[in-house]
C-alpha cells in the first residue's frame, strides 16, 4: 500500500479537476499538499485542511515561482514531490491561429514545467531524493486537429520529462510523466449523449476516464515503490493510443 508518510508536494493547477484530484489522493496517502493555482487562494500560504495549503501561482512568472518555493521551504522544509499539472487550452485551426494563443498555451503547459522544475530541482539534489511527475496528454502523442499549440505542449513536456530524468538520475530523482486520455470534466459533462457515445466507441475499455483515474497513476509514480521507473510516460486513456 502506498505511504506518503509526511512528504510534501506541491501541485500546480490544484484547485479544480485533475488537480485537486491528485492533491486529495496524496492527502489521503498520508502526505501534505501545497495547492498552486492561478486564480485561488492568496500570494501567501493558506491553510486549507489539516494537510493541505494553498497558494497563488501563475507558472509562467519565474519570479512568482521562486518567492513560492521559498515560503514553501521556509514553511517545511523541503518539497519531496512536484506534480506540474497546471495547463490551458485555446483551441482553433492553425490557419487561424492568434500569436497570442500560441504563446499562451505554449507558456503555461510547456515553459512552466521547465521553470517549476528548475526551481525545484536543486532541493531535491541536496536531498538526494526527488519524484517529479509532468501531466502531458494523449494527444502529445498522437496529434489532435485544431490543437496545434496544445499538442505541441504536450509533446514537449514528454521531451522534457525525458531529458530532465537522464539529468537527475544519479540524484535519486526520477522524472516521469503522465499522458491522460478523454477525462471526465466539465467540458465533457456538457456533452450531449451522442457525442458522448462516440467519445465512448474511441475508446477499447469503453468509458471515458475520471479524474481518480489520473491521481492513482501519479500517486504511484511518486511513491517510493516506483524508484525504478523514470524518464517513462504513463498513458491512462483506456486504450485509446497503445
Sequence with gaps: MLQFNGQVALVTGAAQGIGKEIADRIEDIGGLTVRADFREWDDELTKLGPNSYGIRLNVTDPVQIKNAVGKITTEFGNIDILVNNAGITRDGLLI????????MVLSTNLDGVFYMSREVVPLMMKKRYGRIVNISSVVGQMGNPGQANYVSSKSGVIGLTKSLAREVASRGITVNAVAPGYIATKMTEEMN???KNQLENMIPLGRIGTPEDIANGVCFLASKEAGYITGQVLGINGGMYM
Design 96 to 103: 487561424r491561429m492568434k500569436d497570442e494563443d500560441w504563446r
Design 193 to 195: 449523449e451522442k457525442a
